[in-house]
């Protein structure tokens, strides 16, 4: 007979087979107690116990899983998420929209002080050369006749550059003064 071949054991109830392997069980828990002999705690265990306060015991309190709770967390987080992306389209939308209305009122500003600007100086015409007509009618010709008119009409020439310039420098006033305005406020943030 071969002893590389173990013989086959014959099991004539359950409890034979639950005493074959509560014996496989003790000696394996012998083998390995021989192997690695247990610690006592009278030896001293190499991890340290936590202290506690007496005062102040710290306990862990688990209430049990309730589907509603995470449910409405759920709807919260959403609520987060919709809530996120709405400011972020915000973010993207008004600078866009407030440039744009700027842009409209500015130049409806500029419009505006462009007709206020051509009511004064049509108005300062009409009465200027009523006023000067009426003061020259009296008087003959000066004796600096040339060099008062050339100033008049270097005067009339000066007056109309201003009037075609004067939206632009007002313009830039404005953008200078809005400017200004964004500094000093992202100076005091």
Known sequence: M???????IELQS???LRYLITNVRKAATDS?????????????????????NHHNPQ???YEPFDPRKRDRIESLVSQE????????????????????A????????????????????QRAREEGLESGKKALEGMGELDRQEVVEGTYTKAVETLGRLK?????????????????GYVVGKQNK
């Open 59 to 61: 306990t862990d309190h």
């Open 81 to 100: 998420e919709d809530l996120l992306r709405s400011i972020a389209q915000l973010k993207r939308r008004v600078p866009a929209a407030t440039a744009s």
């Open 32 to 52: 390995i107690n021989a192997a690695f002999p247990p610690v006592l705690d009278d030896e001293g265990n190499p991890i340290p116990k936590r202290k506690t």
């Open 102 to 121: 700027y842009m409209t009122a500015t130049n409806s500003q500029i419009a505006t002080d462009e007709e206020m600007l051509s009511a004064v100086l």
């Open 2 to 8: 071969d002893d590389s071949i173990q013989r086959k």
């Open 14 to 16: 359950p409890d034979d």
């Open 164 to 180: 075609r310039d004067m939206p632009a420098v007002v313009a830039k006033m404005e953008r200078a003064r809005v400017a200004g």
